[in-house]
């Protein structure tokens, strides 16, 4: 985090107590939103004092990444316009982008996905000669991308929820709601060596943890964890900057569409409460609905 940043947050926290007379809850709440988007911002801008609207952009993709519910987010977005209508007040900056982050198009996004190839190179990243954790990795790489898993669901899997002898395994999606999803052949792999091979070394160190992927210190990895790894990897395999753990959910659906899955299939496998959340991805398999056409339309 910029010690500049830094310092404004801490600056803007005493101006809305001491000034503002907010209650405590809202205190504790901005400063929670704010040391979110400090943590973000160390990696995806390059001047918080000007940040661009594509930029911003990408914070909303991060926030919902971390699978924060559509209220989450609006809170988030509240801190933030504050917080820079702070800045604007002391001068430290001129810029009002964030005010426009209201704008409807900036939700609407057709999500981002990859090519098989792109997700093939992303999934090959961790290696065994430059890696120490890279068995760990790899399986949540081909976890993420054979479930279509949250990030949340992911650092939230139990070793109890899993069957590898029956190539799947139950994850505990939004509100708490429990869903069965299957494990291709390479995701097995994966989760069986990395289950022989490091996390006993690594659970060693805290014998009580529950959850499948751990950290060097045995205890469960936290989405903001995932996140910089993931990112790590992306890095690596040279793909799109803005390639997050969710573009591997958005991959997932759209690779099974693209296959002729079926959507109410696709909103099961993504535990969609609402078909309308996976209608989503049918706009992005264009080339195939294009083929479609020309095979069956008279004058296609």
């Known amino acids: ?10 600056a803007f926290r005493h101006y809305i107590q001491a000034e503002r007379g907010l209650a405590d809850n809202t205190l504790l709440a901005y400063g929670r939103d704010l040391d979110r988007f400090a943590l973000w911002a160390a990696d995806g801008l ?8 594509r930029e911003l952009g990408r914070y909303i993709e991060f926030l919902r990444d971390e699978g924060l519910a559509p209220p989450s987010v609006a809170r988030h977005l509240v ?9 604007k007040l ?48 790899r399986a949540i790489l081909e976890m ?26 139950k994850v505990s999606g939004k509100g708490s709601k429990q869903r069965l999803v299957q494990l291709g052949r390479p995701a097995v792999n994966a989760l069986r060596l990395y289950l022989e091979r490091l996390r ?21 990895l936290s989405r903001e964890m995932l996140w910089v790894l993931v990112k790590k990897y992306v890095r690596r395999a ?9 573009t591997l959910r958005h991959s997932f659906a759209t690779h099974l569409l693209a296959g002729g899955a079926d959507l109410r299939a696709v909103q099961e496998l993504l535990g969609h409460s609402s078909i309308q959340t996976t209608q989503q991805y049918t706009h992005v398999d264009r080339d195939r609905l294009r083929a479609i056409h020309r095979r069956f339309h008279p004058r296609g």
């Open 79 to 87: 801190a933030l316009k504050v917080f820079y209508r702070f800045l």
């Open 238 to 246: 040279g793909l799109n900057a803005r390639v997050s753990p969710h």
């Open 46 to 53: 390059d001047d918080y004092l000007a940040p661009t609207l």
């Open 144 to 169: 993420m991308y054979a479930t279509g898993c949250r990030a949340s669901e992911v650092v939230g899997l139990k070793t109890a929820d899993l069957a590898l002898d029956g190539a799947f395994c």
């Open 200 to 220: 006993p070394r690594l659970a060693a160190k805290a014998p009580d943890t529950a959850e499948v992927f751990v950290s060097k210190g045995g205890k469960a």
């Open 90 to 137: 002391e001068e430290r900056t001129s810029e009002s982008t964030v005010e426009l982050l209201a704008s409807p198009g900036l939700w609407q996004r057709i999500p981002q996905v990859l090519s098989p190839d792109a997700v093939n190179r992303l999934l090959d990243a961790p290696l065994g000669g430059a890696d120490r954790y890279f068995l760990r990795d």
């Open 1 to 10: 985090m910029s010690a500049a940043l830094r310092e404004d947050i801490d």
